[in-house]
């Protein structure tokens, strides 16, 4: 079966451009996470949703930070405009909702903003 | 202070047991993981155990819960190579959704 998969894997943009990170849960999941992991802050929960509707973006850096989910199988996370302090690391994760289902990770996107 | 700590490196001959540290501060913590990533991929989940076991073990790994000291650890037997990654500990609630909150990660370097 396919896990969850993201793209692009790699993104180097100048400063000031805007950035689409995108991402396909695993089909049946009906929670998904974008998270951003760096070096400093380690691994942190930016959004979730739940059935497609944002439930918590208290984890989101700035309004400068987007997310949607127009349907089950698609989200996106928009940067608009980007900044060199956003370069990380951004994953995607989805799961089962509630009670013990564990999160199943895409393999990322290496944003670096120039 | 941080929810759930960890300590970034651990260097471990190949061969030896690897035995990598958590501690978390909520006590109605419901399940405990562990996952592990490898380099440029995401996190995989390695096991988990719920708040109401002390141990549990699977092939080459064993996890020890000590609910008390809200203390987790991870054993890797028989340490190889290729077990060299990040080792992230994680911890969930009810009260939290179920969402995982996550450590820093320990870095595990295995020589040989």
């Known amino acids: 079966d396919a896990g969850v998969i993201q793209s692009p894997r790699h993104e180097v943009t100048e400063m000031g451009q805007e950035v689409t990170l995108r991402c396909k849960p695993i089909s049946g999941h009906n929670s998904l ?65 509630g009670g013990n289902q564990p999160q199943h990770f895409g393999d990322g996107t290496r944003l670096s903003i120039l | 202070g941080e929810d759930v700590e960890q300590s970034l490196f651990l260097s471990v001959r190949e061969g030896d047991s690897s035995v ?64 060299s990654a990040i080792y992230f500990c994680a911890e969930s609630r009810s009260g939290g959704s179920y969402i995982p909150t996550f450590g820093r990660g320990t870095s595990l370097i295995v020589h040989p």
């Open chain 1, 33 to 97: 996470f974008w998270y951003r992991q760096t070096m400093m802050r380690g691994l942190e929960l930016l959004i979730y949703f739940n059935n497609n509707v944002p439930i918590d973006d208290s984890g989101m850096p700035e309004d400068r930070f987007s997310a949607k989910m127009p349907n089950a199988s698609f989200s996106t996370l928009k940067i608009q405009p980007s900044e060199p302090r956003d370069s990380a690391v951004y994953f995607c994760a989805s799961s089962l909702m």
């Open chain 2, 20 to 83: 990598i540290n958590c501690t978390y501060t909520d006590s109605s913590s419901t399940y405990l993981y562990w996952y592990k990533q490898e380099p440029g991929a995401g996190l995989q989940l390695l096991t988990y155990i719920f708040s109401n076991m002390d141990m549990k073990q699977d092939q080459r790994l064993t996890v020890l819960l000590n609910k008390k000291d809200k203390h987790l650890s991870l054993r890797i037997a028989d340490t190889q190579t290729g077990d």
